[in-house]
């Protein structure tokens, strides 16, 4: 089942809020047009904001309701800090959200649709509301809740990872990053880094032995994992989908044992969504779409690009669809 579902064109908004990241990439070097674009969206209420905490006090000061749209420019981080203070207020009474590509990395922005740079996407909107411009399409998709049971409130986000998947992230902050590599091709570099890797069959630091426990049915599955990951997304990094779960449910949930038998020959169809003989014969490999699950044992877990830590169970499960703006 796909993670995401087309539906009517949208009502123009009662209110819009934009909640603008400075510090973002491609905000960093084009902040002062994305400023005058913003401001020319008639009754909308811009608030620049670039820490968690500022984010979520941008979005409970803005007080959008159903009818509203809350557009978020930054990159997959910014997105999820914005989508976590949302919903924390209730998936029910969300607003329509237009997430625009602006950071450093942008995955989740692209995989529901919106490719166009921040500026196009500002004057394509603004042409939307002034009947200069067709309207925009709806995606309705669901959102990840995880909920640690040392945290007092949930956080939400679009991808959830542990295992190889930190260390491919860190990898990118400390060697690629640096060097001035921008946009998608840095966060690529990583991740073909990660694959080149594990090409090599040895162990390295960027192929840990993360050990969990997964609650996927009547028998938990504890192992060392090479990597664990759920999504509500339908295509990954470089058009990648390592899932190959048949069950109809909102999120992709795969895991690989570290160590795993035959897994070089196992790869590119595991990056193509495709499951081989020893794949679905063998424990060492995990594929499901579902609702919900509890992790136990992880230290630490990724959601959207941000890395948190955990001290206790993570509950994993899906939040009702978000109505999501495509342009």
Same mark, same amino acid.
Request: aromatic share 6%; with cysteine.
């Given at each position: 089942?796909?993670?995401?579902?087309?539906?009517?064109?949208?009502?123009?908004?009662?209110?819009?809020?934009?909640?603008?990241?400075?510090?973002?990439?491609?905000?960093?070097?084009?902040?002062?047009?994305?400023?005058?674009?913003?401001?020319?969206?008639?009754?909308?209420?811009?608030?620049?904001?670039?820490?968690?905490?500022?984010?979520?006090?941008?979005?409970?000061?803005?007080?959008?309701?159903?009818?509203?749209?809350?557009?978020?420019?930054?990159?997959?981080?910014? =997105?999820?800090?914005?989508?976590?203070?949302?919903?924390?207020?209730?998936?029910?009474?969300?607003?329509?959200?237009?997430?625009?590509?602006?950071?450093?990395?942008?995955?989740?922005?692209?995989?529901?649709?919106?490719?166009?740079?921040? =500026?196009?996407?500002?004057?394509?909107?603004?042409?939307?509301?002034?009947?200069?411009?067709?309207?925009?399409?709806?995606?309705?998709?669901?959102?990840?809740?995880?909920?640690?049971?040392?945290?007092?409130?949930?956080?939400?986000?679009?991808?959830?990872?542990?295992?190889?998947?930190?260390?491919?992230?860190?990898?990118?902050?400390?060697?690629?990053?640096?060097? $001035?590599?921008?946009?998608?091709?840095?966060?690529?570099?990583?991740?073909?880094?990660?694959? =080149?890797?594990?090409?090599?069959?040895?162990?390295?630091?960027?192929?840990?032995?993360?050990?969990?426990?997964?609650?996927?049915?009547?028998?938990?599955?504890?192992?060392?994992?090479?990597?664990?990951?759920?999504?509500?997304?339908?295509?990954?990094?470089?058009?990648?989908?390592?899932?190959?779960?048949?069950?109809?449910?909102?999120?992709?949930?795969?895991?690989?044992?570290?160590?795993?038998?035959?897994?070089?020959?196992?790869?590119?169809?595991?990056?193509?969504?495709?499951?081989?003989?020893?794949?679905?014969?063998?424990?060492?490999?995990?594929?499901?779409?579902?609702?919900?699950?509890?992790?136990?044992?992880?230290?630490?877990?990724?959601?959207? $690009?941000?890395?948190?830590?955990?001290?206790?169970?993570?509950?994993?499960?899906?939040?009702?669809?978000?109505?999501?703006?495509?342009?």
């Amino acid at each position: 089942m796909s993670a995401s579902n087309s539906i009517d064109v949208p009502p123009r908004p009662g209110r819009i809020g934009i909640v603008l990241n400075p510090g973002s990439g491609y905000v960093r070097r084009h902040l002062q047009p994305l400023r005058v674009c913003a401001a020319r969206i008639a009754d909308a209420t811009v608030i620049e904001a670039s820490s968690e905490a500022q984010i979520t006090h941008a979005v409970e000061t803005l007080q959008l309701g159903r009818a509203d749209l809350l557009v978020v420019i930054g990159g997959d981080g910014t =997105l999820q800090a914005a989508l976590t203070a949302l919903l924390r207020l209730g998936p029910l009474v969300a607003p329509y959200v237009l997430a625009l590509p602006a950071g450093t990395t942008n995955m989740s922005a692209a995989d529901l649709g919106v490719r166009s740079k921040p =500026l196009a996407a500002l004057e394509r909107l603004n042409g939307w509301l002034t009947d200069q411009a067709p309207a925009p399409s709806l995606s309705a998709r669901a959102v990840l809740q995880v909920s640690d049971a040392d945290q007092a409130q949930p956080r939400f986000g679009l991808f959830f990872g542990a295992g190889a998947i930190i260390s491919g992230v860190r990898y990118f902050h400390t060697r690629v990053r640096p060097k $001035g590599v921008r946009g998608a091709l840095g966060p690529s570099l990583a991740f073909v880094r990660l694959l =080149l890797a594990l090409f090599r069959g040895r162990e390295h630091s960027l192929l840990p032995a993360t050990p969990a426990r997964l609650h996927l049915g009547p028998h938990p599955l504890q192992a060392p994992w090479l990597l664990i990951l759920g999504t509500t997304l339908n295509t990954l990094l470089l058009g990648s989908t390592p899932y190959w779960g048949r069950e109809k449910a909102p999120m992709h949930f795969t895991a690989i044992a570290h160590r795993a038998p035959r897994l070089l020959p196992s790869l590119l169809p595991l990056l193509r969504g495709k499951s081989n003989e020893t794949m679905r014969h063998n424990e060492a490999y995990v594929s499901h779409n579902l609702s919900h699950t509890t992790i136990d044992d992880l230290t630490e877990y990724l959601l959207d $690009g941000e890395i948190f830590s955990s001290h206790g169970p993570l509950h994993l499960s899906t939040t009702p669809p978000i109505r999501f703006i495509v342009l």
